[in-house]
C-alpha cells in the first residue's frame, strides 16, 4: 500500500501565506543539510527576483563548498543576479575587534603602548570559546539591521549550539540590564557626592559607558525580538528520516517552545525514492534502508503532520553548485510529495 | 608707607571674615554632610567594584560571562584597574580592622 504524503503547505505556500518574513533560519542536527536547504532557499528566492543573503552561522560553514566559492571571510559575496552569500571568518573578526579596542585605548588616553595586564586580557579573550559565538552573532546583528536584502535567510549552527546561541541573548541581556542597574546607582551616587560636597562630578564618563552598555542591549534584544517575531521570522528544522534525528527534533520543538520561538515548519531530506526499492537489482543492504525509511516517514507523518514543509529526496548527485542548488530549490518549492508504503 | 599699612588692614579685615565664614561652613559641612558624603562615595566605590568584577572579572580569574561585550566597556575602565585589582585583592585579616 502506498500512501502520498507531501507537505501540508510546502515552502512556496508558507512564504506566500506569511509576507512580512523577511528573516528564514534553518537548524538542526549536523550533517541533514542545512546549508543545503538554506542555499536552496536562497537561490529560489532570488529568482523571485527578491535580494538575499544567505549567512552561515555554522563554525564548520559549507556555503563555500555548496557554492563552489571562495565566500568563507571574503565578505558577502554575489553569488548570481540578487544572491550573496556570507560566511564569517570568526577568528579574523575577533582580530580586528580586538584592534579596534586597542586603538581606541590609545586614542582615549594617548597611550604609545598598551599596558601589559590590560594587552594580557585581551589577548587572552580570544581563546575564550564563547567569543566565537558571540562574534558570530555580532556579525548577524549587524547584516540584519544594515537592512540592504529583503531576505535574509541563517544556515544556524547544529541544534545544541543553536539553542545556546538563542538563549546567549537572553542570559547577555539581563547580564546588561543588571550592570546598567549598578552604573546608574553609581552614578547616583557621585551625583549625590558632588552637590552635597562639592566635588568633581565624573558624569561625562558615566553616559559614555551607559551608552556602550545601551548599544550592547539594543542588539541582544533585536536577537531576542526577532527570533520569537512569527510575522517576520520563519525558523524551519531539518530532519531526515531516522530515529536520532527525529528524537532530537522533538527535543528542539520542546525547547525551542520553552524560549518562546515558534518552529514555522520541519523539512524532511535525503529520503531515499519509494519507486528504487521496487526496481530490479537493488542489493538487500538499500532496500532495508528503504524499508527503514519508510516505517520512520511514518512517525514523522503522525507527529509533525502539520509542520512538514517539504520532502527532499535523496539526489543522485550531492547537492554542489548552481544547477544542483537550483534543482534541490525545484523540490523544496514546487511539488514536494514523495510516496510511502 | 602708613598709608599702605592701613590699607593692607582694611583689605585684611574682609579677608579674615572670610576665613572665619569658610571655617565655620567648614565645621557644619564635618558635623553636617562629611559622613554622608563619605558614604555616598563609598557606596559608589563599592557599586564600581562591583561594575568591575562583573565585567572584568576574568582579569581576576572569574569568568562571569563572554568577554566579547567587557571588551566594549575595558577602555572605560583602564584607569582604574590597578586600584580595583588592589582592592579586591587585598588581604584582610583581623589586625586591617585595627589600624
Redesign the interface.
Known amino acids: 500500500m502506498t500512501t502520498a504524503v507531501s507537505a501540508t503547505q510546502n515552502m512556496g505556500l508558507y512564504l506566500a501565506s506569511n509576507p512580512g518574513v523577511k528573516y528564514i533560519l534553518f537548524g538542526g542536527k549536523g550533517g541533514l543539510g542545512k546549508t543545503t536547504l538554506s542555499a536552496a532557499t536562497s537561490y529560489w528566492l532570488a529568482k523571485q527576483g527578491k535580494k538575499v543573503c544567505v549567512f552561515s552561522t555554522d563554525p564548520q560553514a559549507s556555503l563555500t563548498d555548496i557554492f563552489e566559492r571562495k565566500i568563507f571571510g571574503q565578505g558577502e559575496v554575489e553569488i548570481a543576479k540578487n544572491l550573496y552569500a556570507l560566511e564569517i571568518d570568526a577568528d579574523k573578526r575577533i582580530a580586528e575587534y580586538q584592534n579596534e579596542i586597542r586603538q581606541k585605548i590609545r586614542d582615549m588616553y594617548k597611550m604609545e603602548t598598551i599596558p601589559e595586564e590590560v594587552e594580557d586580557y585581551i589577548n587572552s579573550s580570544s581563546a575564550e570559546p564563547a567569543m566565537a559565538e558571540s562574534a558570530t552573532f555580532d556579525a548577524m546583528v549587524e547584516l540584519m539591521t544594515s537592512g540592504r536584502y529583503d531576505y535574509y535567510v541563517f544556515d544556524m549552527m547544529p541544534h545544541g549550539h543553536a539553542i545556546r546561541f538563542l538563549g546567549m541573548a537572553d542570559i547577555l541581556d539581563q547580564w546588561v540590564a543588571k550592570i546598567m542597574e549598578v552604573r546608574k546607582k553609581a552614578g547616583e551616587y557621585k551625583e549625590s557626592a558632588s552637590v552635597l560636597g562639592s566635588q568633581k562630578g565624573g558624569l561625562a564618563q558615566e553616559d559614555y559607558v551607559l551608552k556602550e552598555l545601551e548599544f550592547i542591549r539594543d542588539r541582544l534584544d533585536f536577537v531576542s525580538n526577532m527570533v520569537r517575531d512569527k510575522t517576520h521570522t520563519a525558523f524551519f528544522y531539518v530532519l531526515i528520516p531516522e530515529l536520532m534525528p527525529i528524537l532530537d527534533t522533538r527535543k528542539a520543538l520542546e525547547m525551542f517552545r520553552a524560549f518562546d520561538v515558534t518552529v514555522s515548519g520541519v523539512v524532511v531530506n535525503q529520503v531515499y525514492p519509494q519507486e528504487l526499492r521496487d526496481s530490479g537489482g537493488v542489493p538487500d543492504f538499500l532496500k532495508h534502508k528503504i524499508d527503514s525509511q519508510q516505517e520512520y516517514l511514518g512517525q514523522i507523518k503522525g507527529e509533525f503532520a502539520d509542520l512538514i514543509r517539504g520532502v527532499v529526496p535523496m539526489l543522485d548527485r550531492e547537492p554542489k553548485g548552481l544547477e544542483m542548488i537550483g534543482r534541490v530549490a525545484g523540490i523544496l518549492f514546487g511539488d514536494s510529495g514523495v510516496f510511502l508504503r | 608707607m602708613s598709608v599702605m599699612r592701613g590699607a593692607e588692614k582694611k583689605e585684611g579685615e574682609p579677608k579674615k571674615e572670610r576665613e572665619i565664614i569658610k571655617a565655620a561652613k567648614g565645621v557644619m559641612?564635618g558635623m553636617a554632610?562629611?559622613g554622608?558624603?563619605t558614604y555616598?562615595?563609598r557606596?559608589?566605590m563599592h557599586?564600581?567594584n562591583?561594575?568591575m568584577l562583573?565585567?572584568?572579572g576574568?582579569?581576576l580569574g572569574v569568568?562571569?560571562?563572554?568577554?566579547?561585550?567587557?571588551?566594549?566597556?575595558?577602555?572605560?575602565a583602564?584607569?582604574y584597574?590597578k586600584t580595583w585589582?588592589q582592592t579586591l585583592l587585598r588581604d584582610r585579616d583581623i589586625t586591617d580592622s585595627l589600624y
Open positions: 559641612y554632610l562629611h554622608m558624603v555616598a562615595l557606596l559608589r557599586m564600581e562591583l561594575f562583573i565585567t572584568m576574568d582579569m569568568p562571569v560571562l563572554p568577554p566579547y561585550y567587557s571588551l566594549r566597556l575595558l577602555p572605560y583602564v584607569p584597574l585589582k
